[in-house]
């Protein structure tokens, strides 16, 4: 594992640049207790020190988050890891914003892949939110999708390895979902990870809607919250240049690991040194 520091200016300095995932049993959660949106907070299980939520992408789940939850853990921390229906970006958005109302006290909210998507909207109008944390992830612009910024960039093998499948919609008719082929799992998403895990991790794959990698964002939080970034120098679902052109755009404090997309699995030690640099900054 190879780790690049780049140290940028803070991000209220920066102009915008113009150019250019399942393991085992989750780890349990910390239960938190419910709160209001931005109403007085409850005391927190652990005082003076934000909760941590998890936000998981596409083709993966919560358990993906899993070795860095543990490490989290051990240094004491309080964590969520949600599960986010990947069907519709402002509906995801919605759902994990619900999540965010119930934890007590300040939040370091962090996104992996599509879920950085979610997290630019679900942070926006959430004060309490302090700091955004996005691991090999699309940082949208309003009027942007994560498939559009999938494309700015040559470099993603992710349409050659995805299928389609259909489901039932509620109103009637069929939507279309996407998954990795299980035989190119690993090399797409998960490389470097071991065979058996990566075997896993594509047998439990969460498959996403097509609406949803089309939904254009409607907000972006990260232009009035500090934010961090990890880029995958591996990654083939999206292309490291793009993020580290969506990193520089945001002014995000930023490291690159060479890593594959599911950096969490291959690599949790920098994701989790990432997140506690954001953490140290709410302080």
């Known amino acids: 594992m190879k780790i690049e520091r780049t140290d940028l200016p803070p991000y209220r300095h920066r102009l915008l640049l113009a150019g250019a995932a399942a393991l085992g049993t989750a780890v349990p959660a910390f239960s938190a207790p419910s709160a209001a949106a931005d109403g007085p907070a409850r005391p927190h299980p652990h005082e003076g020190r934000p909760t941590i939520v998890l936000i998981h992408g596409a083709f993966a789940d919560a358990s993906s988050w899993n070795a860095v939850v543990e490490r989290l853990q051990r240094r004491g921390h309080h964590v969520l890891a949600p599960a986010v229906p990947l069907r519709g970006l402002t509906s995801d958005a919605a759902y994990i914003g619900s999540v965010l109302d119930t934890v007590p006290g300040p939040i370091v909210l962090v996104g992996h892949s599509y879920g950085g998507s979610v997290i630019s909207l679900a942070a926006a109008g959430r004060p309490r939110v302090k700091a955004l944390v996005y691991i ?15 494309d700015k960039y040559p470099g993603s093998t992710l349409a050659q390895a995805t299928s389609a499948q259909y489901y039932p919609l509620p109103g009637g ?11 190119l799992f690993r090399e797409q998403f998960a490389a470097g990870v071991p065979i058996t895990t990566a075997q896993v991790m594509a047998l439990g794959q969460r498959p996403i809607a097509l609406a949803a990698l089309r939904e254009k964002a409607t907000t ?7 934010s961090w970034y990890l880029v995958a120098t591996e990654d083939r679902n999206i292309p490291p240049v793009a993020e580290q052109w969506m990193a ?3 002014g995000a404090h930023t490291i690159r ?5 599911a950096v ?20």
């Open 264 to 283: 969490a699995v291959s690599d949790p030690s920098p994701v989790t040194e990432l997140i506690l640099r954001a953490v140290r900054s709410t302080r």
């Open 173 to 183: 008719g069929q939507g279309e979902e996407l998954v990795i082929e299980k035989k």
């Open 136 to 150: 090999a992830a699309f940082v949208p612009e309003i009027g942007e999708s994560a498939l559009e910024l999938t």
């Open 257 to 261: 690991v060479r890593a594959p997309h």
């Open 220 to 226: 972006a939080a990260w232009k009035k919250i500090p």
């Open 248 to 250: 520089e755009r945001a």
